[in-house]
């Protein structure tokens, strides 16, 4: 028999080193590691030293808000504006990702907010491709790109980076979403967009509930959002969370991202428990690998350490995150082969 101490430090190797892991929800942009933000800076003949850059791109765990967090966004985003900076972010990211066991990756990105030096948005999207796809030759990772519209432009900027990002539908992109601010723009001002998006069958997960507003998980799933990225807010609407789970609604949660932007007070007030009971398929995810300064692992060990994560959840998170994913069939079967204890 193992003592509880013992029990834990077994779970958290387990954890660290063996666990397959499938990651739905991660910013681009927002994990773009110091170093490589560093040295693309330094080929545009910005010159900053690691510690500035650290302090410039990780934000505190007393983040003041969700728009402070946001600003942590600038820097590595003058680094995506070229192909080689777009290539190098997605090839880093799903190295590093594949580090820690993570067999599946959907990267997402705003194509819109990288055209600032004239590439189309075909370009940009070829560009994080080529990316995702030299690292998949690399490792064992299979990746899918979520391009994502963006609450504070225009419905025309919006609807013309979908439809050319549906383009590449099957063969690199693999859905789309909604990000940004969502209590300065709620999501019920995107109806026109998600109808397309519906209509011409691109699968789509929308941020919502990271503001406190059950209303607005209710209007994305009404939408057809087939996973709702964070939702947090739905924790104490019970009707929400039921409808959740009847359409197997997949949430994507983020844990550390979600204490720094305030979109929950304290890691003992989290609803990982609850939404589990309810029966909601849930992922565990970074959001920004270096805003928040943290990785798939810590994220699993975060929850573990609260006393939420069991052991006898790993398989069943595990395939609970692939079936909400967006892959094709032939990625899912392969990386459904990836858990261990089948």
């Known amino acids: 028999m193992h003592g509880n101490g013992e029990r834990k430090i077994m779970m958290n190797r ?75 972010a997605a090839e880093e990211l799903a190295l590093r990702a594949a580090k820690e066991q993570v067999k599946y ?17 075909k370009e940009i999207i070829e560009s994080v491709n080529e990316g995702l796809k030299s690292a998949e030759t690399k490792c064992d990772i299979h990746t899918g790109i979520l391009v994502c519209a963006m609450r504070n432009l225009d419905k025309e900027t919006n609807l013309a980076m979908l439809k050319d990002a549906r383009e590449f539908l099957g063969a690199g992109v693999v859905g789309c979403d909604l990000a940004g601010d969502e209590k300065a723009y ?17 699968p789509f997960t929308i941020h919502a ?20 990225g964070h939702g947090i807010a739905m924790k104490d609407d019970p009707e929400v969370m039921k409808l959740c789970a009847d359409k197997k ?50 994220e699993y060990m975060r929850l573990t350490d609260a ?11 595990y395939m609970a995150s692939l079936a909400t994913s967006f892959a094709d069939d032939s990625v899912k079967n392969e990386v459904f082969s990836r858990w261990p204890l089948m």
Request: charged share 25%; proline share 5%; with cysteine.
């Open 105 to 121: 990756l959907e990267v997402r990105f705003a194509p819109s907010f990288s055209t600032g030096q004239g590439l189309s948005v």
């Open 249 to 298: 609604i997949g949430v994507e949660l983020c844990p550390t991202s979600n204490l720094q932007t305030k979109a929950i007070g304290s890691i003992e007030d989290y609803p990982f428990t609850k939404f589990y009971e309810a029966g909601i398929p849930m992922s565990i995810n970074t959001d920004n690998r270096t805003v928040s300064d943290t990785t798939c692992t810590d």
């Open 14 to 88: 387990f954890i660290a080193y063996n666990m397959p892991k499938i990651e739905l929800h991660c910013h681009l942009d927002g994990s773009m590691s110091v170093e490589l933000t560093k040295k693309l800076l330094a080929d545009m003949g910005e010159e900053y030293t690691k510690e500035e850059l650290q302090e410039a791109l990780t934000a505190p765990m007393d983040c003041p808000s969700l728009a402070d967090y946001l600003k942590r966004f600038d820097l590595p985003l003058r680094c995506l504006q070229t192909k080689n900076g777009l290539r190098a």
């Open 209 to 228: 509930g990271e503001c406190g507003s059950a209303l607005d998980v209710q209007t994305a799933i009404e939408y057809g959002a087939r996973r709702i």
């Open 307 to 317: 006393g939420m994560f069991k052991e006898a959840m790993c398989q069943k998170i």
């Open 186 to 202: 709620p999501t019920s001002e995107f109806h026109e967009l998600f109808e397309w998006a519906r209509k011409n069958e691109i």
